[in-house]
């Protein structure tokens, strides 16, 4: 089976723009989980999907949303990016998500740099 | 909010030796689990353990779970210059649907 594949690897942008990055999860995943970690913050909870639901988010502001489509793969997106928005996004799948306490499949991740 | 804490933050060691890494958290929890990550990369699972279990073996990894005092150890036997790399607890509550949340974890350098 593939792994949990997300695009792009890196991307720079200035601040104010928007940005969506892109994951697909393990075939048969239907849990799609986003965290962001920086050297300062660590891994810190975006948000969570579960058939194209969002059924669980972090304490972030609303300019961080995502969405499921109905293959699974998720999309998340940045809009009138910050400095403090230069993070490492991971992107993690499971079969049935946080409900079931089970471990997670991460992706490589996108590092996202903002000038 | 970040549940688990890692000690040290950072471990160096030579090849061959073991290495040792502590994880505290705060609430109760159905189960504790370690994942790796390597420099800048996405984290690998490693091993669960189940709130009512004390210890778990995999291959040269090592954990024990210290439920009353909230606490977790991953034990690495034989430490290889490949076992370089970041080391996260994270905890998975007991009331249901919460997200995993991790440590910060500890860095830790095997020195060939």
């Known amino acids: 089976k593939a792994g949990v594949t997300q695009t792009p690897r890196y991307l720079i942008k200035t601040r104010g723009q928007q940005v969506t990055l892109s994951c697909s999860p393990i075939?048969?995943?239907?849990?799609v989980s986003w965290y962001q970690q920086t050297p300062g913050q660590g891994l810190q909870f975006l948000f969570e999907?579960?058939?194209?639901?969002?059924?669980n988010k972090g304490n972030f502001p609303g300019r961080f949303s995502g969405r499921q489509f109905s293959n699974s793969r998720s999309e998340m997106n940045v809009s009138t990016l910050e400095l403090g928005d230069s993070a490492l996004y991971l992107c993690?799948?499971?079969?049935?998500?946080?409900?079931?306490?089970?471990?997670?499949?991460f992706g490589s991740g996108t590092q996202l740099s903002v000038l | 909010s970040q549940q688990g804490e890692e000690d040290p933050q950072a471990l160096s060691i030579q090849e061959g030796e073991n290495a040792t890494m502590n994880c505290s958290y705060k609430?109760?929890?159905?189960?504790l689990q370690w994942y790796r990550q390597n420099s800048g990369r996405g984290l690998v699972h490693l091993i669960l353990?189940?709130?009512?279990?004390r210890e778990k073996h995999s291959g040269r990894l090592r954990v024990t779970l210290d439920t009353s005092k909230k606490s977790s150890s991953l034990l690495i036997t034989a430490s290889r210059a490949a076992d370089t790399a970041s080391y996260f607890c994270?905890?998975?509550?007991?009331?249901?649907?919460?997200?995993?949340?991790f440590g910060k974890g500890t860095r830790l350098s095997v020195i060939a």
């Open positions: 993690a799948s499971s079969p049935l998500g946080h409900q079931t306490n089970e471990k997670l499949f």
């Open positions: 075939s048969g995943h239907r849990s």
């Open positions: 999907y579960f058939s194209e639901t969002q059924r």
């Open positions: 609430t109760s929890i159905n189960n």
């Open positions: 353990i189940r709130s009512n279990e």
């Open positions: 994270a905890t998975a509550r007991n009331s249901g649907n919460t997200p995993l949340v």
